[in-house]
């Protein structure tokens, strides 16, 4: 790992040695492998990703770097402005001054500022719609992408990520990089990734409330079910 960190510079350095060496070695192939400047393929663990659904300040500002950095490419075509308004408990007004960067109804959905196929054009396919991205991937999975993002000149946007080689998408990240220290940028790239978590499945942190208290529920009732079915059984046995 040590020769991997002194091989790579530029865009992603900093964020690539967030994976530390240990993480690296981890058991499994985790968010993928890669091949160091020694040409040894290592595991890549994935970072935890710090998905919390109670922070609405978290959110709020992942929605702002969503809609920033990501709208202008890729679609959230399940998720609606108002839902965010609502969800996120950011004023309509608020939603509709900075965050619909692509529609004036607040009804509207999140679509992309760009034509697809233009897009497919530059990079050599469309931009995924992000609706359900930390769903199918993983919230870690995306997490990790986003910070290992590292430069490569041979790549036509000068960029590479150790997680998914060749990534066709630039690394659109790298001037909020350059201008925050690697803590910040880590804290930034955790709030868009809790937003795009919270976009996935919106009532996730309810359902898992809601589930403990069901499961809950179970185990005291267990309780009575057992004392009567000793009751029912008893003269039989």
């Known amino acids: 790992m040590s020769t991997l960190i002194k091989s790579l510079a530029g865009l992603g350095l900093g964020a690539a040695l967030t994976l530390t060496a240990g ?12 091949t160091n400047a020694e040409g040894i393929v290592e595991h890549l ?13 978290s959110l709020q500002n992942g929605a702002k770097t969503f809609m920033n950095y990501c709208a202008g ?21 608020l939603v509709e001054k900075y965050l ?20 497919a054009s530059w ?10 991205e930390t769903r199918l991937r993983g919230d870690d999975w995306v997490y990790t992408y986003l910070l290992s993002f590292y430069e490569d000149p041979s790549r036509p946007w000068g960029a590479n990520n150790l997680v998914l080689a060749n990534a066709a998408m630039p690394h659109v990240l790298h001037n909020m990089q350059e201008e925050l220290s690697q803590e910040e940028f880590e804290s930034e790239v955790g709030d868009l ?22 499961i809950l529920f179970l185990l005291v009732l267990l309780i009575p079910v057992y004392l009567l079915n000793k009751e029912f059984w008893k003269d039989i046995k």
Not at 45 to 57: L, Q, R, V
Not at 78 to 93: C, W
Not at 123 to 132: H, I, M, R, Y
């Open 23 to 34: 993480s690296a070695l981890a058991a499994g192939s985790g968010c993928g492998t890669f």
């Open 45 to 57: 663990a994935c970072s935890t990703a710090p998905i919390d659904f109670t922070n609405k300040g």
């Open 73 to 93: 490419c890729h679609s959230a075509k399940y998720v609606r402005h108002s839902r965010i308004a609502k969800d996120l408990e950011i004023p309509p007004e």
């Open 100 to 119: 619909m960067v692509t529609t004036d109804q607040i009804g509207d959905h999140i679509d992309a500022e760009i034509d697809p196929e233009v897009q």
């Open 123 to 132: 990079f050599g396919a469309a931009p995924p719609d992000l609706s359900l």
């Open 193 to 214: 990734v809790n937003f795009m978590a919270w976009m996935a499945e919106p009532v996730r942190h309810d359902r898992k409330v809601i589930g403990f208290f069901v």
